[in-house]
């Protein structure tokens, strides 16, 4: 008997989760990323480990439309440093928006909701973003707002025309 009950090739396999920040009920910035981070890590999943990457792939579409409650998006500042002395450069989130989109705001809110650790940069990669509603995903994509889509399958025509005559 196996040592490893339920730990097959099938239970590690990635799903692909659609969140759009276009729809109205769409929450702020900070609680859409900490739900965004749990689907990355795989912490979802009943058989989530911390040393093992079994997380999904989530496609974030319209973040040019990224919410944020009180002054945040004129109060909130990301820091750069390049190490040498008085290298240290400051721009605010509106600025962050305008010069490199949302996406990259939502990226970094992520980005630091995520354990520190070797697997951050793997997640990471599987967070698609996209500026508007159009992405290259669209057959991967399972759930959509936490909904199961359904998958219709595909029947050839001219298989069954062929079978007929």
């Known amino acids: ?31 859409l990323a900490s739900r965004i981070a749990i689907l990355l890590m795989g912490k979802n999943k009943p058989i989530w480990d911390p040393s093992t990457d079994c997380g999904d792939y989530v496609v974030a579409t ?5 919410h944020v409650t009180g002054k945040k998006m004129q109060q909130k500042l990301y820091y750069k440093q390049t190490t040498r002395p ?6 605010s989130m509106e600025q962050m928006v305008r010069k490199w989109g949302g996406g990259e705001v939502l990226k970094r809110a992520v980005r630091g909701m995520l354990p520190k650790n070797r697997l951050r940069d793997k997640r990471l990669e599987r967070l698609k973003v996209f500026e508007g509603e159009a992405h290259p995903y669209k ?18 025509m001219e298989v069954l025309e062929q079978k007929s005559i």
């Open 1 to 31: 008997m196996s040592q490893t009950i339920g730990k097959t090739r099938l239970a590690y396999s990635r799903a692909w989760h659609h969140v759009s920040f276009s729809s109205p009920t769409t929450p702020a910035l900070g609680r």
């Open 86 to 91: 008085g290298a240290l450069k400051a721009i």
């Open 62 to 66: 319209g973040c040019a439309g990224v």
């Open 139 to 156: 057959k991967n994509l399972i759930k959509f707002d936490g909904r199961t889509r359904k998958v219709e399958p595909e029947v050839k």
